[in-house]
């Protein structure tokens, strides 16, 4: 058995952000359901109801598949957030009105805001996780759905309040949500990569959920109906109790749903295949609802569903910890998509069936049949996943090549970053040559060359954003040489390239506040204050756009990041082009006093002295190899060396010092 690394759960204000926006979008539909005589009452229209409903869900399906062309043009963070405000305002406006045309125009607003929630959710959470902590990512989400679809049942037990005072407060809930998740707006959900992944949509895992979407569909949409009438005329219970039983299913699914992640570990530790679980749980909750349907005590019914909704929450959150993370970024909103569109098909199929084909059997029957597709989808899920050492074997692949490694003992005393034989290629062509660098904790590394030396390649290899084709980084003890470059800011590795680090549209204090993404309020207000009181033309230029700065006034800017969010080791590009010398004199004190705070500096420099005035060690590239590495102030002690070196070769001029100075 493969032990998956323990992780974090992602971000957890983003975590704390998607489900509140989950809980928000579900609490209309129990709204909707239960008050319909009222609504129907107050637009005079007892009839419309029922098209209306549908047409709500068909421009929800719509919407949803509209979705996955937003992926290049939005990230998640800013749909979501633009969707929960437009669905704040549809339920608004059927809160408000009176009027049939009006509370459809409200509704088909909550129905397009609520697409992104349905289509993004679910992939921007699995994707933000290690493996390890996806399933309790999911459950968590899950649980505060269902949590989200109680509170207006346990309302209506309580109190008789209107339905346009419950939607007001779905409202207010809506609304609130999108200014959390406002606070991820740039949050994608294609950053992260960490399985061995494919490029389509039908592989077989989405093709299983497609399946267990239809069935669920089928059983919480289409037999809704049959559901209220069996507990209002077979049990004849009043609407309060009906919502008391309702609210307890929804109320059960979010408790159970807390023990999602150790039921699947405990099959995982088992040896099982991650899809017993989730099959065991469909097979469950389908045998449930046909034995609640078919009870012959209130009681019976009752304990069944509680259980059959709860075991649906956990196959829901196994289900979308095992699919998009196996999927390429590029298909993972479209696999979504289409699993709502199926849910919608089998709630489409399942009303069907019980009004036309079974119309004349009883409400006990068109529940019961409702648990077949919920059994075929386990039973499928469970026969015809992959073999267990198949998947295990993938997964251990996956993360050998994505997931950071250690290679040094935690406490042992190596350098914070040390590349080993590192080698570079541009296609056919070679351009680093096993290079070997190290960089300690709190000291400023100069790595200084001609043009075309390979300097910034380099850089670029350590930040993730060129492969290497030999060799391997070492970050903090952590073999991070596949690791995604997302992966490597998270653990606090930053670059800043000359010049290019800022938003051009966004004003000097807007890209300050950018920067503070992702650090508390108190560390990010008093980062920007300090890095005002270091660079008092920032200041002055605050409401400025950052793209009518001067060269310096950028850089300025640049290095304000690393006030605000302190890296551990920072790595800066060509840091005196194209500026004044009063301006170096300006930013060179920061740089130092960066180190001095604790951070590693890798710093890549054209100009020697400039390099040499700040760094206590010092490598010199020619032809992308190191031809010099050793301390910065050896090497200013000797000009003749470097005038050398930078007109005929660092190598003619070391041999011509008959080797007084090593290259090492």
Same mark, same amino acid.
């Given at each position: 058995m493969v032990k998956e690394p323990e992780g974090r759960p992602g971000n957890p204000r983003l975590l704390a952000a998607v489900s509140w926006q989950g809980a928000a979008l579900a609490s209309p539909l129990p709204i909707l359901l239960f008050h319909r005589a009222e609504i129907a009452e107050r637009l005079?229209? &007892?009839g419309a109801l029922t098209g209306e409903a /549908?047409?709500?869900? /068909? *421009? @929800? *399906? *719509?919407? /949803? &598949?509209?979705v996955p062309r937003l992926r290049d043009r939005l990230p998640a963070g800013m749909l979501l957030m633009l969707g929960g405000l437009v669905a704040a305002v549809g339920l608004g406006l059927m809160a408000w009105t009176i009027e049939l045309t009006l509370f459809t125009v409200g509704g088909v607003l909550l129905a397009v805001g609520a697409a992104p929630g349905l289509v993004a959710h679910r992939v921007l959470l699995t994707t933000d996780v290690l493996p390890a902590d996806r399933f309790r990512t999911m459950s968590w989400y899950w649980a505060a759905v269902a949590t989200g679809a109680s509170w207006p049942l346990l309302v209506r037990i309580f109190s008789p309040v209107d339905y346009d005072t419950m939607l007001w407060i779905s409202a207010a809930l809506s609304l609130v949500s999108a200014l959390l998740v406002g606070r991820h707006a740039l949050a994608h959900d294609e950053d992260q990569e960490v399985e061995v992944t494919v490029a389509r949509v039908d592989v077989p895992w989405a093709r299983r959920s497609y399946g267990a979407a239809f069935a669920v569909g089928a059983v919480v949409i289409g037999g809704a109906d049959a559901a209220q009438s069996l507990l209002l005329g077979e049990w004849q219970r009043s609407a309060a109790q009906n919502a008391a039983v309702l609210a307890a299913g929804s109320g059960a699914a979010a408790l159970i749903s807390l023990f999602g992640p150790w039921y699947h570990r405990l099959h995982r530790l088992g040896g099982s295949r991650r899809s017993d679980a989730i099959g065991t749980q469909l097979l469950i909750a389908g045998a449930l609802t046909f034995l609640g349907g078919l009870s012959f005590t209130y009681i019976g019914l009752v304990v069944c569903w509680l259980f059959a909704g709860g075991a649906i929450a956990m196959a829901a959150a196994g289900l979308d910890a095992a699919v998009f993370p196996a999927l390429a970024p590029a298909v993972r909103r479209a696999v979504s998509a289409r699993q709502v569109f199926w849910v919608g098909a089998g709630g489409l199929a399942g009303a069907l069936v019980n009004a036309q084909v079974i119309g004349a059997w009883s409400d006990q029957w068109k529940i019961g049949w409702l648990g077949l597709p919920l059994l075929v989808a386990g039973w499928a899920i469970r026969r015809f996943a992959a073999p267990a050492r198949e998947s295990e074997t993938a997964v /251990?692949? @996956?993360q050998a090549a994505t997931v950071?490694? %250690?290679? #040094?003992d935690a406490g042992s005393s190596s350098p914070l970053l040390s590349v080993e034989q590192v080698s570079v290629a541009y296609g056919s062509v070679q351009v680093l040559f096993e290079v070997d660098l190290q960089v300690e904790e709190g000291a400023v590394v100069a790595l200084l060359g001609t043009n075309g030396a390979g300097k910034t390649t380099l850089l670029r290899a350590i930040s993730g954003l060129e492969p290497t084709i030999g060799g391997r980084i070492v970050y903090a003890g952590l073999d991070i040489t596949k690791t995604r470059p997302t992966w490597r800011v998270g653990m606090g590795l930053h670059q800043i390239v000359g010049g290019e680090a800022v938003v051009g549209p966004l004003t000097v204090a807007d890209n300050l506040s950018l920067f503070g993404h992702g650090v508390g309020r108190t560390q990010r207000d008093q980062g920007i204050a300090e890095a005002y009181g270091l660079f008092p033309r920032l200041a002055e230029r605050s409401s400025q756009r950052a793209a009518t700065l001067s060269g310096g006034e950028k850089q300025m800017l640049s290095l304000a990041k690393a006030i605000i969010a302190p890296p551990r080791l920072l790595l800066i590009d060509e840091f005196s082009l194209g500026l004044a010398p009063t301006v170096i004199a300006d930013l060179l004190p920061v740089v130092r006093r960066i180190a001095d705070q604790g951070a590693a500096v890798l710093l890549v420099e054209q100009s020697v002295n400039i390099a040499l005035s700040v760094a206590d060690h010092a490598y010199v590239m020619e032809k992308g190899e190191i031809? #010099?590495?050793? !301390? @910065? =102030? =050896? &090497?200013?002690? %000797? !000009?003749? &060396?470097l005038q050398a070196a930078y007109l005929e070769g660092l190598a003619q001029a070391l041999r011509h010092e008959g080797g007084e100075i090593g290259a090492q």
């Open positions: 005079d229209r &007892l /549908a047409l709500l869900g /068909a *421009v @929800a *399906v *719509v919407a /949803a &598949l509209i /251990a692949k @996956a950071p490694r %250690r290679v #040094y031809g #010099y590495s050793g !301390p @910065a =102030e =050896e &090497l200013r002690s %000797r !000009p003749d &060396l």
